[in-house]
């Protein structure tokens, strides 16, 4: 397979020193820097230093295996103690406390204008209310937590930081660029028979994860936009780096990952085209909870597969992953991705399920989106017994 070596583009703003770091994948696609979160875990990390921990950002751990985190935070450590930091810390940890997780953080900043500019990226006409009464005090902070982060950015000059290690923000794209293929989007909306506006994935060097061989994050935001929703990934670095002296002299930039920026460019962003559609449906599936027999239940619940809903979820983005993948041509990975998924992540009803999508495959005429079939699939889920799903695990 050939992949796409786009060229980055370079954007400079000048209202402080703002930068914006976007490479074009596809017509719709793009992969860039977002200078809101490389902002935020620069603050961040300052703030553990009050509060112990947020997800993976644990006071005294050495991060020297990620550049990014390690240098940044000796840049400005010096604001350690300034106001808007022990704000920002206090915000946090109250939003710890409810969340456990920064998702939402992202979630919030990626929907806003790029530091140093003000107020939402989109008007928000159908914006979800929050009914949790603490989520909704935590929904409060936000506007005063980015208002901070804000301040941050002029005041420590973020965007300077920014501009001064382009080298290292430049190396990091080009290496996660190189395994996106340009026809994959389109085959997704084509197999899907659904397009979206847009699809904005980020890497941030600067989201720290603990030291280890296999150990990255990826989160899926989702922005808002007027005519529905821009699918978005954030996604960390996930190659551990050995410690230079500077961030000038690193020629390996921890995004070199073919597996992982593919499970995050493909995997992640099929969601989009899959969760919204398969909610209606919820409550029938999680009926059938019985059918996520014991011994299968404790295999996988160690992932995140804690219940049946998600099980299926998962099932049928990886059912799209593999059938996009023969779609386009590459039966080669299609195998990776059935040995991947069912004999070493025991999604052990693909097999089933590649059976059933091929009524679908063969039938466009009267199934031209994937949703007009899904009806099909959930009929299939609730026609199994707890006796067909243990000897398709026991296979």
């Known amino acids: 397979m050939k992949f796409l070596y786009p060229i980055v583009c370079f954007l400079a703003l000048t209202s402080g020193v703002s930068a914006q770091y976007k490479t074009k994948l596809a017509a719709h696609a793009f992969v860039g820097i977002h200078p809101n979160l490389e902002t935020y875990f620069f603050v961040e990390k300052l703030a553990v230093e009050h509060i112990n921990n947020y997800v993976f950002n644990i006071k005294g751990t050495d991060y020297s295996h990620q550049p990014m985190v390690y240098f940044a935070f000796k840049h400005f450590q010096p604001y350690q103690n300034d106001p808007i930091v022990i704000r920002v810390a206090e915000i946090l940890r109250q939003l710890r406390d409810t969340y456990h997780d920064n998702g939402p953080i992202m979630d ?70 190189k395994y996106i293929h340009p026809t994959a989007f389109p085959a997704m909306e084509k197999w899907y028979g659904k397009t979206f506006s847009q699809y904005d994935l980020y890497i941030s060097p600067a989201m720290p994860i603990t030291p280890g061989e296999d150990s990255y994050r990826g989160y899926g935001a989702q922005i808002a936009f007027p005519g529905g929703k821009i699918p978005s990934m954030v996604v960390s670095s996930s190659i551990m780096l050995k410690p230079l002296a500077s961030l000038n002299q690193y020629q390996e930039f921890g995004f070199d990952n073919r597996d992982v920026t593919q499970f995050v460019a493909y995997h992640e962003i099929i969601h989009s085209f899959v969760n919204q559609i398969l909610e209606q449906y919820a409550d029938a599936l999680k009926a059938d909870s019985a059918l996520y027999i014991t011994e299968w239940k404790e295999k996988m619940s160690p992932y995140g597969i804690s219940d049946w809903y998600i099980c299926v979820t998962e099932h049928l983005v990886r059912l799209g992953e593999i059938r996009i993948a023969l779609a386009m041509g590459n039966a080669h990975e299609a195998a990776r991705l059935r040995k ?54 026991l296979k």
Do not use: C
Request: aromatic letters at 14%; hydrophobic letters at 35%; proline letters at 6%.
């Open 108 to 177: 919030y900043l990626v929907n806003q204008k790029e530091f140093p500019a003000k107020g939402p990226r989109y008007a928000w006409p159908n914006k979800k209310i929050e009914t949790d009464a603490a989520k909704q005090r935590m929904m409060a902070l936000m506007p005063e937590l980015t208002d901070s982060l804000r301040s941050f950015y002029r005041k420590a000059d973020v965007g300077g930081f920014l501009e001064k290690n382009r080298h290292f923000y430049q190396g990091a794209l080009k290496e996660v660029s």
């Open 340 to 393: 991947l998924h069912v004999e070493e992540q025991y999604f052990v009803l693909l097999p089933l399920l590649e059976k059933e999508i091929a009524d679908y495959e063969a039938g466009r005429v009267k199934y031209p989106t994937f949703e007009d079939y899904l009806p099909r699939l959930v009929s299939y889920f609730r026609s199994l017994t707890p006796q067909q799903v243990k000897a398709q695990y």
